[in-house]
């Protein structure tokens, strides 16, 4: 698996496809109550929808192959830390993490590939080197790398590899701190995002009527549309804001 390539199944295309006709829908009638205004954002959302949640949904699966593979790493350098040849440790490793994300935990799939290409004489470090390219974590990489050299050195590779995991794993600590400290925010984003839907709607609902010259008049129109836009500006500057890299 490409780690970096998200394929989405037919039931996420149809999520997808339907997202986008549903936001088409609500900005159509929040600031323009017009059916040639829906059509008109119809394609556009309906293609941006998938594109936006696949990348979503990639980055999910990236966040929580780095999860699965912190821990993995651990598990595996206290098991060479044990003595245990590279083999038997990997094999420990996979009954052990399997036992924590089961048997389709994405670390788990990922060692247990290792430990059936390794019967077949394959070499870990290119093995290693592989999971690198197609994991899109730099800390894979990495920890590949790592491990290549100290198998090409001779050295203690438990305690090299105890070491290294310790410091990626300290990254990606810091990684998932500033995930946590940032979660209010993204909510409070997600929250202030619905709001002008929310609050058109409920005036709307409760005075029928009171939104009907921006509907109906050339002037409204336009301001209307200058509200849309100064909203798209906010989300996607909310959300360039709130994306921290490490």
């Known amino acids: 698996m490409n780690y970096e390539r998200y394929r989405l199944s037919p039931r996420e295309w149809a999520l997808s496809l339907l997202a986008g006709a549903g936001l088409a829908a609500l900005n159509a009638y929040v600031f323009y109550r017009s059916l040639p205004a829906f059509l008109l954002f119809l394609p556009p959302l309906t293609a941006a929808c998938p594109i936006f949640l696949r990348s979503h949904w990639r980055r999910r699966r990236l966040e929580r192959l780095a999860e699965e593979f912190k821990e993995g790493i651990r598990v595996l350098s206290a098991s060479l830390g044990s003595g245990y040849s590279v083999e038997n440790a990997f094999r420990l490793s996979v009954e052990e993490l399997a036992a924590l994300y089961g048997e389709e935990g994405l670390i788990v799939r990922e060692f247990s590939y290792i430990v059936s290409q390794m019967g077949l004489n394959r070499p870990v470090e290119g093995l290693l080197a592989d999971f690198g390219r197609r994991s899109g974590l ?37 990684q998932e701190d500033i995930r946590a400290a940032t979660a209010s925010r993204r909510l409070e984003q997600s929250v202030m995002s619905c709001l002008p839907y929310a609050i058109v709607l409920y005036i709307d609902s409760a005075s029928p009527g009171f939104f009907d010259a921006m509907y109906t008049t050339g002037a409204g129109r336009v301001i209307m549309t200058g509200c849309l836009l100064c909203h798209l500006a906010a989300v996607v500057m909310a959300w360039r804001i709130l994306r921290i890299e490490v």
Do not use: C, P
């Not at 990495?142 to 990626?168: C, P, W």
């Open 138 to 174: 730099e800390e894979v990489r990495n920890f590949a790398e790592v491990f290549q050299m100290a198998k090409r050195s001779g050295g203690h590779l438990g305690s090299i590899m105890d070491y290294t995991a310790g410091v990626i794993r300290d990254k990606m600590q810091v």
